[in-house]
């Protein structure tokens, strides 16, 4: 199956997953806060956990949770980030933000109860042995913590504050947490569910989520809110140092694709059963949203 038709299969199984995770919880503000957040999306992450696990011979019966579980913490780590303390944003998707369509109890609420339920997810029996699970509720766990994602974010609000604007090697530094921790995480899962070496998909996945990140701000200042899905030249207007900023836009396109070579790279130990994560790498600085 071709990268761009598996994308679109595995984000329906993915929703499905979701969706029957929830199916119980009722239809309180919350829980409908909930599966509104959770809805739509490219799926990125969850595909980089399906299609490395397909790749190291784990099929999806056995992976679709813990594919869920990053989806799942993807979308809450969304609905806070919109949020008026943060990056105050009305649109994601093309539509209202959780706290603009209810408002901002309800959407930290939601927030907090899809990152539960992604740590519920990945206690699923069909995931392999107890130390498997373990494992894989050790890495999210680093990946949007205190040591990945959420030092990410935290870096990116001082930076708004700071001084003087930050250097490459600082904004490298808070990306690969903010954005860069949860797209490692769901590459090496794969691993983890086979039992495999990560260390490839590691680098494989670092070199994706840095590309990934420099090509969002890209957007911010090349893109088109109505394919984005959200504000764009928000960044510039407020004076905040991106890659754009920093490198100049020829420049940062030349270092997403630079990062993209890289990314293949480490992926030749697979050989051709890695065909879908490597058009995956190209897709991701040539998508519009």
């Known amino acids: 199956?071709?990268?761009?038709?598996?994308?679109?299969?595995?984000?329906?199984?993915?929703?499905?997953?979701?969706?029957?995770?929830?199916?119980?919880?009722?239809?309180?503000?919350?829980?409908?806060?909930?599966r509104y957040a959770?809805?739509?999306?490219?799926r990125l992450r969850g595909f980089?956990?399906?299609?490395?696990?397909?790749?190291?011979?784990?099929?999806?019966?056995?992976?679709?949770?813990?594919?869920?579980?990053?989806?799942?913490?993807?979308?809450?780590?969304?609905?806070?980030?919109?949020?008026?303390?943060?990056?105050?944003?009305?649109?994601?998707?093309?539509?209202?933000?959780?706290?603009?369509k209810w408002d901002e109890a309800t959407a930290v609420l939601a927030g907090d109860?899809?990152?539960?339920?992604?740590?519920?997810?990945?206690?699923?029996?069909?995931l392999?042995?107890?130390?498997?699970?373990i494992a894989l509720v050790a890495g999210l766990a680093q990946a949007s913590g205190a040591q990945g994602?959420?030092?990410?974010?935290?870096?990116?609000?001082?930076?708004?504050?700071?001084?003087?604007?930050?250097?490459?090697?600082?904004?490298?530094?808070?990306?690969?947490?903010?954005?860069?921790?949860?797209?490692r995480f769901s590459a090496e899962a794969g691993a983890i569910l086979a039992g495999a070496d990560p260390a490839p998909l590691r680098r494989y996945a670092t070199a994706?989520?840095?590309?990934?990140q420099i090509w969002d701000d890209v957007l911010d200042v090349t893109g088109d809110a109505a394919l984005t899905g959200k504000a764009v030249g928000k960044d510039a207007a407020a004076g905040k140092a991106t890659f754009v900023s920093l490198l100049g836009l020829d420049a940062a396109k030349t270092r997403a694709r630079s990062l993209i070579d890289e990314a293949e790279a480490a992926?030749?130990?697979?050989?051709?059963a890695a065909g879908n994560l490597i058009d995956c790498a190209r897709f991701v600085i040539a998508r519009e949203n």
């Open 1 to 34: 199956m071709s990268f761009s038709a598996q994308l679109a299969a595995d984000a329906l199984a993915i929703q499905a997953r979701l969706d029957a995770a929830m199916a119980g919880f009722g239809d309180t503000p919350v829980v409908q806060a909930m």
């Open 38 to 42: 959770a809805n739509g999306g490219k």
């Open 48 to 100: 980089l956990v399906l299609e490395s696990a397909r790749m190291l011979g784990v099929g999806p019966a056995h992976a679709i949770s813990a594919a869920a579980a990053v989806e799942a913490l993807h979308a809450y780590s969304l609905v806070h980030d919109d949020m008026p303390c943060m990056d105050d944003d009305a649109l994601r998707r093309g539509l209202p933000t959780v706290h603009v």
């Open 113 to 126: 109860a899809l990152q539960t339920l992604a740590f519920e997810l990945l206690t699923d029996p069909t």
């Open 128 to 133: 392999g042995s107890g130390d498997r699970r």
């Open 149 to 183: 994602m959420v030092l990410g974010q935290a870096l990116d609000i001082a930076a708004e504050t700071a001084p003087r604007p930050l250097t490459l090697e600082e904004i490298t530094a808070l990306q690969a947490g903010k954005t860069g921790a949860l797209i």
């Open 208 to 212: 994706l989520g840095l590309a990934f």
């Open 267 to 272: 992926l030749s130990v697979y050989g051709p």
